[in-house]
């Protein structure tokens, strides 16, 4: 196995970079490691809705001395999860170039009274409190952040509302108070254990108008199924979009614990630890959003040709904007090598695990 995949990085690699592309293939000197270390972290309150949000962002000392303005990503919590189960997996997003907000949105719900469950209303007033963030010189994050760049994040009922988003629909009551309209702003989702299905299990098109989205998903998910995922995933209706499947997680591998207070728990115990899932999950949706947001082509060439054979717990499946003629020319004998290479994988019974 390591050698087929380190085969399939060199060949890819070398085809590319003799057809005079080279800048969309850097294999041999890419990291995809965060690009910052240094993490600030404050929480505040989101005065549209009355709710606290952890805000998470690059911290180096010359930040604002002259970097490039960094967009904001919303992280839409899980059904019943609190915000800081969220915290491990934000800071390395973070880390990715991003300002990574993450609320919490208390509800009264039928049954259970208040309870934290994400919808597409606080969207909104997430933005409009961090432009106000952005513009009050004593904010920690100050003249930092791009607002017109904006990503989306989001785990189980979290995912449901950012596709739903990125879709402009409103899905009522569950994840939509009344009327929903798409802010400009939204530029890509990647979205953890979600679906988009309603209560009898009827999937929704995601029309996204071109909008970015990967789904990521574990294989021993035993609340949002993987099969929902792949579903959730052909009804996508444009590319670029991405299936990210993660060997041995769980529904709840995205959290700081297994099955963290107060959630439903998981029947199905994830066999990958969790540090591992958790950095999995994060880089790929750090450079999925890098490359979406961005147009990064690095990252670009990470999610769509080698991220895959360079990782043994993920296997992916995506969809890119057609290139231009003279482009899938020079790609073409790299693309097929590798395809042929997983094909003869799977044949072999290799497995990734």
């Known amino acids: 196995m390591f050698n087929i995949k380190r085969l399939l990085i060199v060949s890819t690699g070398a085809l590319i970079s003799v057809t005079g592309i080279s800048e969309v293939a850097k294999a041999g000197t890419f990291k995809p490691a965060p690009i910052y270390t240094d993490i600030g972290k404050y929480t505040t309150t989101i005065a549209g809705d009355n709710n606290l949000a952890d805000i998470y962002f690059p911290n180096p000392s010359n930040l604002k001395a002259g970097a490039d303005k960094l967009p904001v990503v919303l992280l839409l919590q899980g059904a019943l999860v609190d915000k800081s189960n969220y915290s491990s997996y934000a800071k390395q997003v973070a880390g990715y170039g991003f300002v990574v907000v993450a609320p919490n949105s208390k509800l009264f719900i039928p049954g259970l009274g208040e309870a934290l469950a994400p919808r597409t209303d606080q969207i ?6 961090i432009a106000a963030e952005n513009n009050n010189p004593s904010s920690p994050i100050a003249g930092i952040v791009d607002t017109q760049k904006v990503g989306l994040l989001g785990h189980s009922q979290g995912g449901a509302v950012g596709l739903s988003a990125i879709g402009n629909l409103c899905v009522a009551p569950a994840l939509c108070p009344g009327s929903f309209t798409r802010p400009e702003q939204i530029k890509a989702g990647a979205f953890f254990g979600a679906n988009l299905r309603d209560q009898n299990d009827v999937f929704f098109k995601i029309n996204n108008d071109g909008i970015p989205i990967a789904l990521l998903q574990g294989d021993l998910d035993g609340r949002a199924l993987p099969g929902r995922a792949a579903r959730t995933y052909d ?19 995205i959290t700081n614990t297994s099955n963290p207070p107060g959630a439903i728990p998981d029947p199905i115990q994830a066999t990958l630890p969790n540090d591992v899932a958790i950095e999995t999950i994060a880089r790929w949706s750090g450079l999925f959003l890098r490359a979406s947001i961005l147009n990064n082509k690095d990252a670009f060439n990470y ?26 020319a020079l790609l073409g004998v790299g693309i097929t090598y590798a395809a042929s290479l997983k094909l003869r994988k799977r044949t072999v019974g290799v497995s990734k695990k």
């Open 124 to 129: 909104d007033t997430a933005l409009q409190k």
């Open 235 to 253: 009804n996508i209706q444009d590319p670029p979009k991405a299936l990210i499947n993660i060997a041995g997680a769980n529904h709840f591998s």
């Open 303 to 328: 999610v769509y040709f080698t991220g895959d054979a360079a990782d043994p717990n993920v296997t992916v499946k995506s969809e890119r904007v057609p290139e231009s003629a003279p482009t899938i």
